[in-house]
Structures are given as C-alpha cells and as structure tokens.
C-alpha cells in the first residue's frame, strides 16, 4: 500500500464521522446561548415526520392557494415512498422565474434543516414586508423539509433499505451507476423535471472551535465541489467557481455581525482538508448527472450548503442553544434567498471567499482519494 493510500485509509475513519455531519476539531465546552449537554440531547422537542406533516397542512390552508404541499408519490415520481413507505413531501411557493431547490435533514439526525424550513415558509406565507413580497414575486421555492422521514424517525443518519436493512447514506445516493435508496431515485426524478437554478442545502456538523481561537464555531459554510479545486474544472468553463462562492460569501456578510454567531468555512480530516468530491448529491446537481436519460438536457445549477454546529449523534444540541441556531439559520437562509432575488449576491466579490475564517489546509479530499497541496510554491 502507497504513502498515499494507507493515510487515506486512516483519514476516511475520522472523515465517517466528520463530513456532513461529523466533528472538525476539538469540542468546545458550548455552542454560544447553550451550555453543555454532556452527551445527553433532548430530542422530545425536535420536529417529528407527523408533526412536520401538521405544519404543513396548516400553512397551506393558511396560505389561500399560494402555497402547495405535494407528495413524490402523488406527483407520480416513482418509487415516490421512502424505503419504510412514508410519504416524501414537497413544498412550493412564490411565483418567479428563478427557481430555488431547498432540503433539509438528509441526515436524520440532524434535525434544524426542518425547524428552519418550516420558519422560512411559515414567513413566505403570511409576512407582508417588501422583503417577503420581493422573494414571492421573483422566485419560485421548492422546499424539501425532511428529505429522510426513515432516518429522522430513528434518529440516525442513514436510512435503512427495506430489503436488508442497509444503512444508505442518503447525500452519496445521486451517482452514475444508480440509486440504492427509493428516496434518491425519486428526489433526483423531481430535480431534473424542476431544473432548479440555485440549491441550498442544511447540514448539521459536530462542535468545533475557530481555528487559532476558543471561539465556538456555530455554522461552517460549504461547497461540495471546492473552488478551484481538482474537480470543479470539469464544469465546462469553471461556471460555479464564482457563483458558489459569491452565495456564501453574502451569507457571510449577512450573519457575521450578529452576536452569537461566529462562521468559518468547512473542513474534514481535522480541519485539514476541504472537499472535493463528485459522489454527492449537491455535487451531483452541480455536475448535472444524467442517470438515464432523466436528465438528458444536462440541466446542472450551483449548489451550497450550511453546515449547523451540534447534531444528536454526538448529544451536542442543547436546549437553549436550539433556538439560537435556529433563528441562525432561518436568517442566513432567508439573507441568501434575497441575495438571490434582487441578483445582488452577484455583485459580491467572490475572492472574498478567502477572507472567511479557515485552518491551514493541507489538501483537497476526492472521491480517489487526498490531493496534497504543495505550500511551498
């Protein structure tokens, strides 16, 4: 076994645990506004699949027409059900041209990607200030609340196929050789009929610290396919290279004045390495992947995601931190869906990327394995 390779075999061990989901560095003793948990979440107040369902139906009747909530079975985007047979439900408002994809809780145990959906289109239905009007005029939503009903239900991060109880991880599923979970082939079914122009996608992560501080890191902004990056060139003309950064970099400004919050960009291996891979479903819209002939046109649109500190596996979610990091993300979303809607986030320098918080990095990690960054040059 190659240099190369027998650390790759180490580093993919703390990577399971890190990436999209996983702990970067060191914990710290709290998230700001919440203290230690010790281990123990408190998951009776994290939305369920019914619950989720509740809400929903009631902003719609709230909603006097403006919002739809479908399932993928009744749009008839087979298999259309989860792989333990629940429904997979959809939301969509507003009435612009732009079309925006947003999902939350792919992982199951990482619960905040529902709660800020929820409040986002709670806003869209019934706030009237020239912002929400702005938003439901010039773009169209497509809301995903809890992508893994399976997985949130056990609270794990994985849903389990129904014929052998196979743990899939559900943001590895979108791949040229198929899908293995019926929820993936149903989700990327809807995203190719759809052809969303923007995708934004809510994660949890472990507790981490900012690099050469103390300060607890509370959010860490990512992009599947890293910016100059190894893979990002086989985008014909890099043509994300400064879309997806210009998106985190207005999330970035954004949030970065208020207290509470401190955001840095996201790691794995430690905080050694930034992704770059092609096995991943942001990856895969970015890519855009034609799994036969679904996507035949070869529609593709940038793609980012929030990565929210604390998740259930590591009992690293407290109480009183929970609204916080809600209210977090319910802002950087809806900061980046303005963005988005006045075509301001394209005015925004996107080398500015560099100036957001970061640790040394040593490389890039791929789906072959690490590419070294050679620092000396």
């Known amino acids: 076994m190659s240099k190369q390779k027998a650390f790759y075999a180490v580093l993919i061990v703390s990577l399971v645990m890190s990436m999209f989901g996983g702990t970067a560095f060191a914990k710290p ?13 408190n998951i009776s107040s994290i939305v369920t699949y019914e619950e989720m ?6 902003l719609e009747k709230r909603s006097k027409g403006s919002l739809e909530i479908m399932t993928l079975d009744e749009l008839k985007y087979e298999p259309g059900k989860s792989e333990a047979g629940r429904d997979l439900y959809v939301a969509k408002i507003g009435e612009g041209d732009e079309k925006v994809w947003i999902q939350g809780r792919i992982h199951g145990n990482e619960p905040y990607g529902t709660e800020t959906i929820l409040n986002v289109i709670k806003s869209l239905v019934s706030n009237g200030s020239p912002t929400y009007e702005t938003l439901r005029e010039e773009l169209t939503f497509y809301f995903i609340p809890m992508y893994n009903p399976d997985g ?15 743990r899939i991880d559900l943001n590895r599923d979108w791949a040229e050789d198929g899908f293995a979970a019926s929820e993936s082939l149903s989700y990327y079914s809807y995203w190719a009929d759809v052809k969303p122009d923007y995708a934004i996608d809510i994660h949890h992560q472990g507790l981490k610290t900012q690099y050469g501080t ?22 014909e003309d890099g043509a994300y290279n400064d879309l997806t950064r210009q998106m985190q970099v207005y999330v970035y400004d954004a949030l970065n004045d208020y207290g509470n919050i401190n955001i840095d960009r996201y790691t794995v291996g430690g905080g050694d390495y930034v992704i770059d891979i092609k096995g991943g479903v942001t990856s895969a819209m970015m890519l855009g992947l034609n799994y036969e002939g679904i996507n035949a046109d070869g529609h593709s649109n940038p793609a980012i995601f929030f990565e929210t500190s604390g998740n259930t596996r590591d009992g690293s979610l ?12 319910v ?22 990327w560099d100036e ?4 040394p990095i040593k490389g890039y990690l791929t789906d072959d394995g690490v590419i070294e960054i050679d620092n000396e040059n």
């Open 318 to 329: 407290g109480q009183k931190s929970r609204g916080k990091l809600i209210r977090q993300n």
């Open 356 to 359: 957001i918080p970061i640790s």
């Open 29 to 41: 003793d709290r998230i700001p506004g919440g203290p230690s948990t010790e281990g123990n979440t």
């Open 53 to 58: 369902i509740q809400e929903l139906d009631k």
């Open 214 to 235: 103390n300060k607890a890191v509370t959010m860490s902004l990512g992009i599947s396919l890293a910016p100059d990056g190894p893979t990002l060139p086989y985008i």
């Open 331 to 352: 802002r950087g979303l809806e900061s980046l869906l303005y963005g988005i809607a006045t075509d301001e986030v394209k005015d925004v320098d996107p080398n500015r």
């Open 152 to 166: 949130s239900e056990k609270n794990i991060r994985h849903t389990l196929l129904a014929e052998d109880e196979t």
